[in-house]
């Protein structure tokens, strides 16, 4: 089955810095977003994304995130100046189609640690 | 708003052991609910899904009843093994929209031999 791919696995950074998630979602999905999960805690929605804008975002994706397809392959979630409460595993999802009954297909993850 | 409510775990079951997990969810309208499983290292995987008042969705010897009246999406399997040893996580998707998903909190499920 096609993959969702996100690099790095796990990322550690400094409080204050950028940080840019990768993920390469599946090749004929037009549909992209991110989640995240704060250990403990339920994996919450942050934003989805469909030809080439935001379509819905979440309380939680401010001013400091925003995200990108710079090219035919690649999505991007960058936190322009991390805090502490960013640390979480963040998950990149994509799907062939928009609607509430389809499947989202899930990367494994990248654990980002703000130290 | 939305919301899903889940049992918390671990649960810890032998092989061969019914399992039960449970699940409520508030919602406006007719949403869509999901399990959704991670496997240590993976990402989550779609195991089954319900789309309107009493669909059973099933996959891998797993089955969800879609139980409007009581608003619960408990997921059930027979005779479990050591390797649906995961975390599993109940999910309904909003009306309209771009699949925004709204998740519960995840129950960890360990078999042992």
């Known amino acids: 089955e096609p993959e969702v791919t996100q690099t790095p696995s796990h990322q550690v950074t400094q409080m204050g810095q950028e940080v840019i998630l990768r993920c390469v979602p599946i090749?004929?999905?037009?549909?992209f977003y991110w989640y995240r999960q704060i250990l403990g805690q339920k994996v919450e929605f942050l934003v989805s994304?469909?030809?080439?804008?935001?379509?819905?975002k979440s309380e939680i994706f401010d001013d400091q995130f925003s995200v990108e397809r710079p090219d035919g392959s690649n999505f991007t979630l960058k936190i322009r100046s991390t805090k502490l409460e960013d640390s979480a595993m963040y998950f990149c999802?994509?799907?062939?189609?928009?609607?509430?009954?389809?499947?989202?297909?899930f990367g494994s993850g990248t654990q980002l640690s703000v130290l | 708003g939305n919301s899903v409510t889940q049992m918390e775990g671990p649960v810890t079951l032998s092989e061969e052991a019914f399992l039960t997990i449970n699940c409520t969810y508030t919602?406006?309208?007719?949403?869509?609910l999901f399990w959704y499983v991670q496997y240590p290292g993976e990402g989550l995987q779609l195991l089954l899904k319900?789309?309107?008042?009493?669909d059973k969705g099933s996959n891998k010897g797993f089955e969800a009843t879609y139980r409007k009246e009581t608003t619960s999406f408990h997921l059930e399997k027979g005779s479990v093994q050591v390797s649906d040893s995961a975390v599993y996580f109940c999910?309904?998707?909003?009306?309209?929209?771009?699949?925004?998903?709204?998740f519960g909190i995840g129950t960890k499920l360990q078999v042992i031999p």
């Open positions: 999802a994509s799907s062939d189609q928009g609607g509430t009954n389809e499947k989202l297909f």
């Open positions: 090749s004929n999905h037009l549909y």
């Open positions: 994304f469909y030809n080439n804008e935001i379509s819905e």
């Open positions: 919602a406006t309208g007719y949403p869509s």
């Open positions: 319900a789309t309107k008042a009493d």
């Open positions: 999910a309904l998707s909003h009306n309209g929209g771009y699949q925004k998903v709204t």
